[in-house]
């Protein structure tokens, strides 16, 4: 059985001090999950990377992007062993804020999940749709590309270990979230097509997520769908006790 996951998106939120705070108000629902059934984690800013690993105990630190090339004249950018010598050993690559915001596209994806293979880091790999692609009917189409360019030339082995974050861009930060019928046929499409170039003993493995507009009301809808293993959350991970709810949400499934 797949454990299911709820990873907070913090995105450029919360200082060290909210953090600690933020810690010790949900410490006692995290410390009661059953880790064999759940994967919690939060991905913080670089900064609070180090307090979360120390301190979040069976909260997981997922950073938020990093940089494909192993050091060197990249101002402003982290490597993946700058994040390996702290404990954190998952990112997130390609949200679309940075895809929209950072020029990241589908080849630099492909560098950085090449780059995080090296260095057996997971990934949790965001794809989605804008609006104008979803009123078009090119959802399907443009999550396909976003994942085939991304997976190239990757083993199977890592590409089986990968997290996939359906996100229509549409549904981020908007409150307009994806019926849940309609993230679920996408997750299907999402494993299908790891499973036309891959096979069906990798795409059996590989991780899908919903994201977009998730919070304590609707994160159920989600995590009960066949194909969808988990959810990644922006605005409803911030406040504690909203965060705290979703996980009491999640533990109803167990
Ligand atoms: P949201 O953000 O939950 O605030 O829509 C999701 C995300 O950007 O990962």
């Given at each position: 059985?797949?454990?299911?996951?709820?990873?907070?998106?913090?995105?450029?939120?919360?200082t060290m001090k909210e953090t600690l705070s933020f810690i010790g108000e949900t410490k006692e629902v995290?410390?009661?999950?059953?880790?064999?059934?759940?994967?919690?984690?939060?991905?913080?800013?670089?900064?609070?990377?180090?307090?979360?690993?120390?301190?979040?105990?069976?909260?997981?630190?997922?950073?938020?992007?990093?940089?494909?090339?192993?050091?060197?004249?990249?101002?402003?950018?982290?490597?993946?062993?700058?994040?390996?010598?702290?404990?954190?050993?998952?990112?997130?690559?390609?949200?679309?804020?940075?895809?929209?915001?950072?020029?990241?596209?589908?080849?630099?994806?492909?560098?950085?999940?090449?780059?995080?293979?090296?260095?057996?880091?997971?990934?949790?790999?965001?794809?989605?749709?804008?609006?104008?692609?979803?009123?078009?009917?090119?959802?399907?189409?443009?999550?396909?590309?976003?994942?085939?360019?991304?997976?190239?030339?990757?083993?199977?082995?890592?590409?089986?270990?990968?997290?996939?974050?359906?996100?229509?861009?549409?549904?981020?930060?908007?409150?307009?979230?994806?019926?849940?019928?309609?993230?679920?046929?996408?997750?299907?499409?999402?494993?299908?097509?790891?499973?036309?170039?891959?096979?069906?003993?990798?795409?059996?493995?590989?991780?899908?997520?919903?994201?977009?507009?998730?919070?304590?009301?609707?994160?159920?809808?989600?995590?009960?769908?066949?194909?969808?293993?988990?959810?990644?959350?922006?605005?409803?991970?911030?406040?504690?006790?909203?965060?705290?709810?979703?996980?009491?949400?999640?533990?109803?499934?167990?």
């Open positions: 059985m797949k454990r299911k996951i709820l990873i907070g998106n913090w995105k450029m939120n919360k995290v410390e009661s999950l059953n880790e064999e059934e759940f994967v919690v984690g939060i991905a913080s800013s670089f900064l609070c990377l180090p307090l979360i690993r120390k301190l979040g105990g069976k909260l997981i630190g997922v950073a938020q992007n990093l940089h494909y090339e192993e050091s060197g004249a990249f101002t402003g950018e982290i490597s993946a062993s700058m994040l390996e010598e702290i404990g954190v050993d998952f990112s997130l690559i390609g949200h679309s804020e940075r895809r929209q915001n950072f020029n990241e596209t589908n080849s630099t994806c492909n560098l950085k999940l090449k780059t995080m293979e090296k260095h057996n880091m997971n990934a949790i790999y965001c794809v989605g749709e804008t609006l104008s692609e979803y009123e078009e009917g090119k959802g399907e189409e443009v999550v396909k590309t976003q994942i085939l360019e991304a997976i190239e030339g990757l083993s199977e082995n890592y590409v089986s270990s990968l997290v996939i974050a359906y996100e229509p861009i549409w549904a981020i930060g908007t409150g307009n979230n994806a019926t849940s019928e309609d993230a679920n046929n996408m997750a299907l499409h999402i494993i299908e097509t790891i499973k036309e170039k891959y096979g069906e003993k990798v795409s059996d493995k590989v991780y899908v997520l919903y994201g977009g507009s998730v919070n304590e009301d609707n994160i159920k809808d989600y995590v009960d769908k066949e194909n969808i293993d988990g959810v990644l959350v922006g605005g409803a991970s911030l406040d504690p006790k909203s965060f705290v709810s979703l996980i009491n949400k999640l533990k109803e499934l167990e």
